[in-house]
């Protein structure tokens, strides 16, 4: 059974750095693509970027880049999603999926991250 | 990119059938067929309903199905039932490793 299970929730002060995780089983992780998708309180769904584990070739959305870092351990079949110094605004649930094809198909989800930031 | 527009709501009775649009551009939902759907229940994690505008996953009902027309594509929920109350999001491919999502639409089930 494929499966994605995320790092926890988490409480941080603007300017702090994170780093949140997402490990796969279930499937041969290092072949397909992991996206990270932000959810906005009360909002829709926004494509952050995603990276392919096996050789870590990472492609992230305009509205992301330069924002957050992607990165991936392919020996632990984990990806991560990483800020150094977070904002108010990055208060969300981001959620990581397998991109199934470059298409966009997003088959499977991890449960999602709840990422607060306040002072 | 700007998200794809959805309606905010939509709602029909227990079996009936509601459609959803998603309207984007040229750039995106007109000019690929790369459409997919997603079904999210109030705090779970987003599930895939509908892939490649009309493909239905295994084990997706097939009251669920997928259409596109020009720069807008379509859910159709047939024989509406009360577990499928839940938030819409289309998303579409918009060129070399570009996606985008739409603005999502809640389904009521009166």
């Known amino acids: 059974e494929v499966q994605l299970v995320q790092s926890g929730a988490e409480v941080k002060k603007p300017g702090e750095s994170l780093k949140i995780s997402c490990k796969g089983s279930?499937?041969?992780?290092?072949?397909?693509?992991i996206a990270w998708v932000r959810q906005m309180p009360g909002e829709g769904l926004e494509w952050m970027g995603f990276?392919?584990?096996?050789?870590?070739?990472?492609k992230y959305s305009p509205s992301f880049q330069g924002q957050v870092t992607i990165s991936a351990d392919k020996s632990i079949s984990t990806a991560y999603l990483q800020w150094s110094n977070l904002k108010a605004s990055d208060t969300a649930i981001y959620y990581c999926?397998?991109?199934?094809?470059?298409?966009?198909?997003?088959?499977?989800w991890g449960q999602g991250s709840l990422v607060s930031v306040s002072s | 990119q700007s998200a794809l527009t959805q309606p905010r709501s939509v709602s029909g009775s227990p079996g009936q059938s509601v459609t959803i649009s998603c309207t984007g551009t040229?750039?995106?939902?007109?000019?690929?067929?790369?459409v997919s759907w997603y079904q999210q229940h109030p705090g779970k994690a987003p599930k895939l309903m509908i892939y490649?505008?009309?493909e239905r996953p295994s084990g997706v009902p097939d009251r669920f199905s997928g259409s596109k027309s020009g720069n807008t594509a379509s859910l159709t929920i047939s024989g509406l039932q009360a577990e499928d109350e839940a938030d819409y999001h289309c998303?579409?491919?918009?060129?070399?490793?570009?996606?985008?999502f739409g603005t999502g639409t809640k389904v009521t089930v009166l």
């Open positions: 279930g499937y041969n992780f290092r072949s397909y693509w």
């Open positions: 990276i392919y584990p096996d050789d870590s070739d990472t």
């Open positions: 999926a397998r991109l199934l094809t470059t298409s966009g198909v997003f088959d499977y």
């Open positions: 490649d505008v009309t």
């Open positions: 040229s750039s995106d939902v007109g000019g690929y067929y790369y």
């Open positions: 998303c579409s491919y918009a060129g070399t490793y570009s996606y985008v």
